[in-house]
């Protein structure tokens, strides 16, 4: 077993990925398009192309094919995520598929040492591993991060992932592979928060190319901001190398390189098209010796609207993918041409969560509904003076489970009283809350009255992109409005105009989607106001990130769990992680602050049926770091590889 | 005709007249007609106008009674008539063997494939939606006053539903919500046309007429207003709009302020008209004998604009029809639950309603009809009105 | 007289586009959030998280921490030295990014109002000779169609009929081996081969207004006397129309030229979205609805300026065509 312990991850699982390199080191197989390169002579051979030890994939269902494209769509200008769909973000680990989430394994890094009490992490990159430019992949560039970009004032804030119990990660060079990361605290959900994308910056610089933008290598730095049209070095770092986690990672065709496909035809502002082709220096291979990817090129289209999105599948165009695909309105059409274009329908699937996430503000502007809002029987009044089983028939075709939010029955972290109390629909029951609240007077449309004569009315914010959530809220305004006597308003606007409303803490109430899993890596935003996207207590959550110094203190409950809260990351086993988190959980659900509809039931997108090693079902993107499918070991299982054509 | 310096009433060509024109009125009525009633002989010849005239009474008919048109609730969900196709109306009845002439559709049921969302409908042999005139349906509060329950046309058993338009992706009736639509896209747009008109005249007429000073103005006022971009202004007025309004109110707001805005191109046009009339013979003829300037604007130069008007105004009324599924698009268009022709439109523009129900674009054809009424109402205003079009010649 | 004119006009267009520059700025500030709002809404819907101190540095770094007037200035004094700055999405400079895109715009909008011209002014002069025909019937009818039916309405069935039963793709502007390709004869030829979807789906809804203006305009003048005048003269018919009465019934058309590129640029936003051409529509509204100030404001500037250009033209043309104008006093 090539593999160490990584904290509480579940090794057992892992061999049947990797084999050991040592049995096929000395016979490596390439792309035809590479071996013409190299009988050319512009290229080394695959040997010294690969690290001494690369990465063996074990492909989901077989060794593949090489050659030809793989298509996709993009939506818009700001899809950068869909390209790092494909290339995966690539960081030092990654989590892994095979044991849903619940560990993670190396990437970057052929080799993580844990310390017993998880506060000190020790790496090793892999002896002979190149970027897409053929020079060496070291802890200098690692280092040319952590000691020139992280911690460079300009750069502030340093993200508070580096800084658990306050204190900034120490970084230590140990040799040309070797580094180590140490924590004055245990901090046990590291590794899942490297796995993260957002964790991905201390592999993604190349020392070499990216430190001509920064002021300690550039003695020329002044010149050349000018020449460029920069400001700041930043900008020019930026417009250099980009960042992980935006376009501008895609924006430079020169920028080095550790993915699986580099970027050709860059998606700079207003790219209509995007291609990508293979790194000859890709550091993985499959169980025979391929050097990976077996597909040259992807080619993705720019589409500005999503029924243009949505065309381009249909026409055959769009191999496999569900990202901005996968809503249930598209269903039918997709089905409709499926068996035309080759295709078949693509489950992805959620391990938790709401089909909406219902959050009235409970640090509202105005007191009276701040009042109202803060009683818990209000809450429950609405959530029980609406029938979900008819919100589910009419809008879901009947496809969907009544539930309040979190993650499944069968997710360990699932907790029954969060997910599934007050749901049965009781118009009478929450009408006598509603009448206990002295809410009892109606004016003449029937709508019930505040004690200072004001209606019983707020609104709503959703955004006009997610018509699915529109339908639900219609048909909950109805039942309120008849069984209630309660007056909501939606209101659908553009998303950055919600999010504003909703950063001022201006609105009544808001919805947006209810994935939730409460695994590492991810803030619990329902179970405390821990980030922006808990909007049922924006200044609640203004308060904890400023340390108090803004917004508005919590009530003690809310501050009860996010003491918690910082105690999870902490944590150095799972169940003890599992216990803090249902510690948390217990009290959210007796506070019962937001409620949700239906369960986030599977959506579907769409998959080219010759395409091959693709798994049968994907988890939902905006809750894993995408690349888990490894799509560099997808393949056209047709007779020569090639593409088929787009329809038949 | 008032007017001294006019021509002479015969000039128009034989083949431009008047082809409805053929009925020939007694010259000496003529002579001492009004100019009301001579426009009303005119008009009243113009069968296609005449035509236009009795569509657009019926739509603002209907737009006022819409509740009582319109056989159900628009806003009624019904999970088992998603995306019903639409069913035509049946006189002859043979179910029971027999032979009978009452009005019904046949009954259809659903077929769900759950996992591709995909329904499709069968016939069911078996039963029948009976339907009749002036039946009870679901009781509504007429203009928010009187409670009444009588519906144009309804089922006979008031618990079943047929579907004239089909059903839209919630098996909502189609056609009770166009019905519905109107009342809103016949009100609020042409109330918003009428703003433009109104001040797109004036300001265009005293631009153009008298020039110097008012015209710079005005005319700094057309550029800065022409050349303000529309979409900004849209995205900053939907966000400044108090949430607290109803959508209707909201959408009126957004309507008044476009028409603010969109006066200007009638206004250019107007100036640019006066501009070239007011030194015509007949104008300084005018001038000369001591007319009044309004005099002069309203009676002179104005009629002589009426064609450019009468267009303007019927291509206005489509744009502003349309010109809230534009702004749907940018979501600061009618919201749910408010209904208009226009946001029934943007409901249905995506590829689901055309794979799954191409029935949903139906009030694109009530739009066409209305605004070829008007079209053609226009029509028959502008040759009545037009003091050079020959009148029973 | 015309040059001191085309000088006064010039010169009073220099403040008009400072207040609607200004003024956009204004608007497009105007709505809660900003740049940074929208960035972070765009990372929260792709399940990323970021927290409220990066939030605020990102806010200083951009520069959106000041006043909108210091903002302004910023920009404004750039603007006057030819620097645009640069895109809060893209990093890049602005300059770069929008003289391809609003070029393939004034291209597309030359070609649409060309076309519709074209089209719509002979049938509209028809329809005013045979007003009241069948044919007159027939025009009016198709035109009001093309003006009934949404832009983008058409263009989306449009695509998804040649999609699925001609298994065609039409959006774009380009071939997909042109997409990126630098400019050359064959792109351009490449480019005329794909123009022309969006030229007529924009040009449906003009079509039907410039019949019927042409109609309208032309049937005031048909029944003036020198229109007769010159008839009894023995003057051809054809020669007649397009000598006097056409003459003059284009002036409206002059009248509105000014704002017929940037409306046609603006209108035809939703159109360049759905069939996704390279235009500037897509990036402008894409620029404004993230609030990428310097972006959006240099967009708007353009537009700006075309507008005023344009109604320079319009009234300098309206001149020469009908010499009763006079030019101001």
Redesign the interface.
Known sequence: MLRRKLTWAAPAVVGTLVISPLAIAADYQEAPMLADLVAAGELPPVEERLPDNPEVVVAHESVGKYGDEIRFGLSGYSDHEQITNWTGHNGLVQVDYDTNYSSTLPLLAGEVDVSEDASVYTFTLRKGHKWSDGTPFTTADVAFYFEDILTHPDMAPIRKEWLPGGELVEFKLIDEQTFQLEFAVSYGDFLFELAHPKLVPPVYYQKAYCSKAHPKYNDNLEADLQANNMSSWRDYLISLCGDSLNNTRWANVERPSLDPWIIKEPYTGGATQVVLERNPYFFQVDEEGKQLPYIDRLVGSVFSDPQGLLLHAIAGNYDFGFRKLESAANRPALAEAAPRIGAELYEVSSIGGASIWFQLNLTHKDPELNALFNEKDFRVALSTGFDREEVIEVTMLGQGVPWQGGPFEDSPMHHSQYSTQYLEFDPDGANALLDGLGLSERNSDGIRLMPSGQPVAFTVETTVAKDDHIDQLEVMRAHWLEHLGVDMRINATERALMFGKIENNDHDAAVWDGNTSWLPGRPASGLAPVSVSSRWGVEWYLWYASNGERGQEPPENVKQRLELWDQVPLATNFDDRREIIHQIVDNAADHFAHFGVSKLMPNYGIKKTAMRNVKPSNPSTSQYPPGIQRTWTFYWDTEDGQRPPSQQ | MSSQDLPAQDIGPKDLTHPTSDVVEDPRHLDTASQGRLIWLSFRKHRLAMAGAAVVLFLFFVAVFVEFFAPFDPHEFNSTKIFHPPQMLKLVDNSDGGFAIRLHVNSMKIVRDPLTLQVSYEEDLDEKVYIRFFGRGDTYRLWNLFEMDIHFIAPVDPDQRFFLLGSDRLGRDVFSRTVFGTRLSMSIGLVGVAISLVIGIILGGISGYFGGIADAVIQRIIEVLIVLPSIPLWMGLSAAMPTDWSVVMRYFAITVILSLVGWTELARVVRGRFLSLRSEDFVTAARLDGSSRPRIIFRHILPSTYSYIVTAVSLAIPAMILAETALSFLGLGLLPPAISWGALLFEAQNIRSIVAGPWLFAPGFLVLIAVLAFNFLGDGLRDAADPYAALGE | MLIKYIIRRIA??IP??F??SL??FL??Q?????FI??H??????????????????LRQ?YGLDQSIFVQYWKWISGVLVG?FG??F?????VS??IW??MGLSVTLAATTVLFTWALALPIGVYSA?K???FGD?VV??IG??G????N??LA??L??VS??YY?L?V??L?S?EY??APWSWAKVRDLFAHIWIPVVILGTSST??II??M???L??E????Y??TA?AKGLSELKLLVRYPVR?AL??F???I??IF?QII?GS??V?????L?TAG?????A????DMF??GS??LM??VL??IG?LISDIL?GII?P???F??
């Open positions: 009073w267009s008009i586009l207040v609607v003024l956009a608007i497009l105007a709505p809660p959030g900003d709002t929208a972070t809404a765009a990372l929260l819907s792709d399940g990323q998280e970021v927290d409220y101190e990066q939030i605020a540095a770094h620097d640069l895109s999405e893209w990093r890049e400079p770069t990014l391809e895109r000779v007003k009241y025909t019937y009016t009818t009001f169609l003006l009934a039916t949404p983008f309405l989306l069935i695509m998804y999609v699925v298994g793709d959006s774009g380009f997909t997409k990126n039907a207004s019927r203006v109609r309208a305009n049937l005031d048909l029944h003036k006397p229109v007769t008839r003059i002036n409206p002059i009248s509105t000014g704002w940037p603006s936003v939703i360049s979205i759905v069939l996704s390279p897509p990036m402008y509204l894409t404004l609805k993230s609030q972006l959006a967009f708007v537009l700006s507008a005023v109604m309206l009908d009763r104008i006079r101001g006093r």
